[in-house]
C-alpha cells in the first residue's frame, strides 16, 4: 500500500510520531486545538466543525485510507464555524456523541467510509507493537493471576455501557478504573491514595468488547510503567493481541528496572 494514499489523523502522545517515523510519506493531519508532536512534515489542520470540506480534500489528495494514532478530546464547538454540508451532519455525530466514545468512532470510520476512505489500525501498519501473548517479564504471583481476572472482568463489564479501557485491583477489591479522564488520571489518583492498597496489585488494560479495533485500540508505554511503579502496584496485566506498547524495549528495561512485573495475557 502506497503510504502516500494513506492520511494519519494524529492525536497527542507519542503513537504518531512513531508512526509517521515507521511508515515514511503518510499525509499527517491534526484537528485544531491539538497539535501532534511530528516536527518537519506538511500538516493539514482541519475543525470539527468543517469535516466535510476536510474529507473533500483528502479524496482530492487521492487518500484511500485513513489511520488514527494518539489521544483526541472531544472538541469545543463553535456553530458560528460550520459550513452547511457539515452542519446536516450535527445530528448524527451528536447522537453518537451522547452514546459514548466507542459509539462516536464508529460514526468517525462510517463518515469517512462515506467519502470512500478506509480506515486502517495502526496495528496493521505495525505489527510488531503487539506483545507476543503469554510474554511474561518478572515474578507473576498466583495472587497476580486472581486478580489480573477480576480485573478483565471488570473491565469487561465497564466495556459493555462503553466507559473505559482499564482497572486497578489489588487483592481482589477494584481500587479505581478509567472514566473520560484516562489512564494516566486513573493511575495517579492510585498513587495519591496508596493508603487503599492492602498490598501489591495490577493495572489492567484491554479493549472493550466488541470494540472496533481500528481506531482507539490501547496504548502503553514508558511513561505507564512510571505511574504504575510510583502507585506501588505490582505489575501491568494487558490483553493479549487487544493492547499496543509503545518502545517495547524501553518499557520492559523500565519495568524490570523499577522491579514491576509485566504479563500479556491470553
Not at 484537528?31 to 506538511?42: K, L, N, R, S
Not at 506501588?232 to 528496572?257: P, Y
Request: charged share 20%.
Amino acid at each position: 500500500m502506497n503510504p502516500k494514499t494513506i492520511a494519519l489523523i494524529a492525536g497527542q502522545g507519542a503513537a504518531p510520531k512513531l508512526l509517521a517515523q515507521a511508515v515514511p510519506g503518510l499525509t499527517v493531519c491534526e484537528m485544531d486545538g491539538f497539535p501532534c508532536e511530528i516536527g518537519g512534515e506538511e500538516v493539514i489542520r482541519f475543525r470539527f466543525e468543517r469535516l466535510v470540506p476536510f474529507l473533500d480534500e483528502l479524496v482530492g489528495r487521492g487518500i484511500t485510507h485513513v489511520v488514527f494514532a494518539g489521544a483526541l478530546s472531544r472538541p469545543k464547538i463553535e456553530p458560528e464555524m460550520f459550513d452547511l454540508k457539515t452542519a446536516q451532519l450535527v445530528p448524527r455525530m451528536l447522537g453518537a456523541m451522547q452514546q459514548g466514545d466507542d459509539a462516536t468512532l464508529r460514526a468517525v470510520i462510517e463518515l469517512f467510509a462515506e467519502w470512500d476512505i478506509q480506515t486502517l489500525g495502526i496495528h496493521e501498519l505495525l505489527p510488531q507493537l503487539l506483545p507476543p501473548a503469554g510474554l511474561r517479564l518478572g515474578a507473576i504471583s498466583e495472587r497476580d493471576e486472581k486478580d489480573a481476572a477480576r480485573a478483565a472482568a471488570i473491565v469487561a463489564a465497564m466495556g459493555a455501557v462503553d466507559v473505559g479501557q482499564g482497572c486497578v485491583v489489588s487483592n481482589g477489591l477494584c481500587l479505581a478504573v478509567e472514566a473520560q479522564p484516562g489512564t494516566d488520571a486513573m493511575l495517579d489518583f492510585v498513587s495519591l491514595h496508596k493508603a487503599l492498597n492492602p498490598g501489591g496489585g495490577v493495572f489492567y488494560k484491554a479493549p472493550k468488547p466488541g470494540q472496533d479495533r481500528r481506531i482507539d485500540l490501547p496504548v502503553i508505554g514508558p511513561q505507564t510503567v512510571a505511574r504504575v511503579a510510583n502507585a506501588g502496584l505490582a505489575g501491568i496485566v494487558i490483553e493479549a493481541g487487544g493492547v499496543m506498547v509503545l518502545d517495547q524495549a524501553a518499557t520492559a528495561d523500565a519495568a524490570t528496572k523499577a522491579g514491576i512485573f509485566l504479563w500479556v495475557r491470553p
